[in-house]
């Protein structure tokens, strides 16, 4: 695809300063995009399926240990309608991500966000944040409490990938089978852990652990991307444990090698070779969003380097940008950053 040659015909992605103050800080800061995201899933799923669901999230969030947990009720209650912890919670993504090597010895983060909502691309929304270890960029939606995809600027950046359906066996039974076992868990959301690793993580090294030897609810593929080309891995944690990869740090929505499974999303095994032919040519600035990586489900790409602390975002419907391009840079030891081409009133700090 190609990105638009006039970036001012499209709606510039905000940049949202909510220090510490989590989803409902963030929530507060951009209502309307929110409303258009919740009307959007009830248009998609009605109204009534998205109480029931807010209803069974409300229960297994009750006894999970998400650290997020009373953020989520108070998003919920500031909304007043159906689907706010459905959406949360729903954990229906499926991407591509990479953890790319560059000429000057960092690593840079690049990430595809597909899910089959559409809307997901043109109301993103990059939140800093504050936490313990410091600064945080995250790429996210209003009222959203865990992070997909973040960058931690002089430290790391991290992507989850949705996991494929266990295997071997009928695919539908599988995911039913999978479904039964993140009722039963009581682990921490995976998005919900990246969150939290971003806040608390002074480095790379210590990230990689926590991301690995902490357990999950849900499956999920990980990315991280240090400061150095040796800090990058993908993590594949499922109810055996971790596996790391590195060679190359190239996810999907499938288990690497020989582990039956049914693979999410479009041409998985595809989009996983694209992009290890795009990190082998060592292609930036957005230019391998190209099919397979890009389909019709896409909505977001993200390049994030940890080692300059740039973020580059641009929101997608399909091989359509519906967003400006986002070019960030938050220097680790600086609070102060450069943004463009978002024009000034794009950076929103809530009242």
């Given at each position: 695809m190609r990105l638009p040659s006039?970036?001012?015909?499209?709606?510039?992605?905000?940049?949202?300063?909510?220090?510490?103050?989590?989803?409902?800080?963030?929530?507060?800061?951009?209502?309307?995009?929110?409303?258009?995201?919740?009307?959007?899933?009830?248009?998609?799923?009605?109204?009534?399926?998205?109480?029931?669901?807010?209803r069974l999230c409300a229960r297994w969030l009750a006894r999970c240990e998400s650290p997020y947990a009373e953020e989520l009720h108070a998003v919920?209650?500031?909304?007043?309608?159906?689907?706010?912890?459905?959406?949360?919670?729903?954990?229906?993504?499926?991407?591509?991500?990479?953890?790319?090597?560059?000429?000057?010895?960092?690593?840079?983060?690049?990430?595809?966000?597909?899910?089959?909502?559409?809307?997901?691309?043109?109301d993103a929304v990059v939140a800093r944040m504050t936490g313990p270890a410091g600064g945080i960029l995250a790429v996210t939606w209003p009222g959203y409490a865990g992070v997909l995809t973040g960058l931690a600027?002089?430290?790391?950046?991290?992507?989850?990938?949705?996991?494929?359906?266990?295997?071997?066996?009928?695919?539908?039974?599988?995911?039913?089978?999978?479904?039964?076992?993140?009722?039963?868990?009581?682990?921490?959301?995976?998005?919900?852990?990246?969150r939290q690793v971003l806040e608390t993580a002074p480095d790379a090294t210590t990230a990689l652990h926590r991301l690995r030897e902490t357990p999950v609810s849900v499956p999920c593929i990980l990315t991280l991307a240090g400061t150095d080309r040796a800090e990058a891995w993908t993590i594949e944690k499922d109810r055996t444990g971790a596996r790391i990869r590195q060679e190359p740090p190239i996810a999907a929505n499938h288990w690497r090698q020989d582990i039956p499974c049914h693979p999410r999303g479009r041409d998985s095994l595809g989009r996983w070779q694209a992009m290890a032919a795009a990190v082998e040519a060592g292609q930036?600035?957005?230019?391998?969003?190209?099919?397979?990586?890009?389909?019709?489900?896409?909505?977001?790409?993200?390049?994030?380097?940890?080692?300059?602390?740039?973020?580059?975002?641009?929101?997608?419907?399909?091989?359509?940008?519906?967003?400006?391009?986002?070019?960030?840079?938050?220097?680790?030891?600086?609070?102060?950053?450069?943004?463009?081409?978002a024009p000034r009133s794009a950076v929103v700090s809530p009242q």
């Open positions: 006039d970036p001012s015909r499209l709606p510039a992605i905000p940049v949202l300063d909510i220090g510490a103050g989590g989803a409902p800080a963030l929530l507060a800061a951009a209502p309307e995009r929110a409303a258009r995201l919740l009307a959007m899933a009830r248009r998609r799923y009605s109204a009534p399926v998205l109480r029931q669901a807010d919920a209650a500031a909304v007043g309608a159906p689907g706010a912890l459905a959406l949360n919670l729903s954990h229906q993504w499926a991407c591509t991500s990479a953890a790319a090597a560059d000429p000057d010895g960092g690593v840079t983060l690049l990430r595809t966000l597909d899910w089959e909502m559409p809307g997901l691309g043109a600027p002089g430290r790391f950046a991290v992507a989850l990938n949705q996991a494929p359906v266990s295997g071997p066996g009928l695919r539908p039974l599988r995911w039913l089978a999978d479904r039964r076992a993140v009722w039963r868990s009581t682990a921490v959301p995976p998005d919900h852990l990246l930036r600035d957005f230019a391998w969003l190209r099919p397979p990586i890009v389909w019709s489900a896409t909505r977001l790409a993200v390049e994030a380097s940890a080692l300059g602390g740039r973020l580059r975002v641009v929101g997608l419907d399909g091989d359509r940008a519906v967003t400006a391009p986002l070019d960030l840079t938050d220097a680790p030891a600086d609070a102060e950053a450069r943004v463009s081409p």
